[in-house]
């Protein structure tokens, strides 16, 4: 009977998600379902999240190891690969796709 091996890669240490998931890093422009245009400047521990015209908002990581979840109030957004979803309370949740 063959035998078969199988390998993978996760992230490990400070920061590190289960699977690996991580967000990219830099600055990323999103374009969300409602039209709204995003842009992330991914700083790993905070990001700072500018909404159209608007001033940037400062989001730290939460919990402050994440590297996919960022919040503060009223705001929070979870980064996933291409897409992000961006919550504020009192409004529908906004997915946005680079």
Do not use: Q, W
Not at 34 to 63: C, F, H, Q
Request: net charge positive; hydrophobic share 40%; proline share 10%.
């Amino acid at each position: 009977m063959p035998v078969l091996f199988l390998a993978a890669c996760v992230a490990d240490g400070p920061g590190a998600t289960p699977g690996g998931v991580s967000a990219p890093r830099g600055k990323t422009t999103y374009r969300c379902d409602d039209g709204a245009r995003m842009t992330v400047e991914n700083r790993g521990a905070s990001v700072l999240l500018t909404l159209g015209d608007d001033a940037p908002i400062m989001l730290p990581a939460s919990p402050a190891d994440s590297r996919i979840r960022y919040g503060a109030p009223p705001y929070a957004l979870l980064l996933d690969h291409n897409e992000a979803l961006l919550m504020k309370s009192g409004a529908a949740p906004n997915t946005c796709r680079r």
